[in-house]
């Protein structure tokens, strides 16, 4: 049975699902109507200092596939059309370089700033992960309407702690677009 998560709330994967190896990251919105966002995922990589060890740790549309293979994301979905999830990345778990603590998920919306654009035009965004091996979802956590204002949000992470895999449903919002998570973790 799926775990419904709030803001805040962790689970531990390892307790959990002990089997657990190949994890697909689901993410998933609505746009309402009349609009029309491109929303790109991406993910962090970091060491137990907060950075990325290399930029090739730096996972989304423009480098789909971590260096150590661990971690994969599907592509860039521009249109957001679908009731399913409208991006993925798939995570293995047991090749995760062992200098990575926290796998960050993030999305963003293409252009923001630009075009005026923030997760107040959406509904129903949400993060899931699916254990893949058992085609089973394992959690969820749906995103509230907290966030209009923003144009990215940190949906949750992926943390490794004494040898245990976590997820944690962080929900952090912020203005400085893609490029401030790249400042911030590369």
């Known amino acids: ?7 805040g709330a962790s689970v531990n994967l390892s307790k959990k699902e002990p089997s657990l190896k190949k994890v697909l990251i689901g993410l998933g919105w609505e746009i309402k109507t009349g609009n029309q ?3 790109d995922a991406s993910v962090f990589m970091l060491n137990a200092q907060g950075k990325a060890p290399a930029d090739e740790y730096f996972v989304f549309y423009n480098n ?3 260096p150590d ?4 994301h599907t592509g860039d979905n521009r249109s957001g059309v679908g009731d399913d999830d409208d991006e993925m990345v798939l995570a293995h778990l047991p090749l995760i370089n062992d200098t990575v603590t926290d796998v960050v998920v993030v999305v963003s919306i293409h252009d923001a700033m630009t075009r005026g654009h923030h997760f107040g035009l959406l509904t ?3 993060i899931r992960l699916v254990d893949v091996d058992q ?3 394992i959690l969820r956590y749906d995103l509230d309407a907290e966030f209009s204002g923003y144009s990215d949000v940190e949906f949750g992470r992926l943390q490794r702690i004494a040898g245990e895999w976590y997820f944690k449903a962080t929900g952090i919002g ?3 677009g893609l490029q401030g998570y790249v400042d911030k973790y590369l």
């Open 1 to 7: 049975m799926s775990v419904s998560l709030k803001k």
């Open 37 to 39: 966002l491109d929303l």
């Open 64 to 66: 789909l596939k971590s």
């Open 69 to 72: 293979g661990a971690v994969q």
């Open 124 to 126: 129903e965004a949400y």
């Open 135 to 137: 085609n089973k979802e």
């Open 174 to 176: 912020s203005k400085e």
